[in-house]
């Protein structure tokens, strides 16, 4: 979407929104998504980052679109906050062939090759992982 649709999608969905509706924002954003391994649940080895950032500029007009739908007075910020999503992997080739199916290959070679080494040193208990922060927030219509 253009980012200029961002704000117009917005009016949108204020103008087919009945009185204190809600309108929910869910989106994954493209800072921090790591490859991981994960040792127990609260155990991680950070092998690499994906490079998502030719998606920066939507997170950040998205954002922007948000604090004006805000500052126009159209809705009211309820509550935000961000999590983190987990795709797991049975082993590289798996993330590799997911990678290239979805992501365009965004997964270089080195942390292919710093996840590799991390996984043959750990126990066979290590999961794979990539982890994707998503930002969640809820507007209701004034």
Known sequence: ME????????????????????MVDLRPLSQEVRVEIETDPLTRIIAGELDESDWLEDDLAADRAGAEAIRSGRFRLVDQQQFDFRWYFESLDELV?????????????ITLTHAAERLAALAETARLCVRKPVHFAIYKKK
């Open 3 to 22: 980012h200029e649709g961002m704000v117009h999608a917005l009016e949108e969905t204020w103008r087919v929104l009945r009185s204190s509706g809600v």
């Open 97 to 109: 062939d997911y990678a290239g199916e979805k992501w365009d290959d965004r997964v270089d070679d």
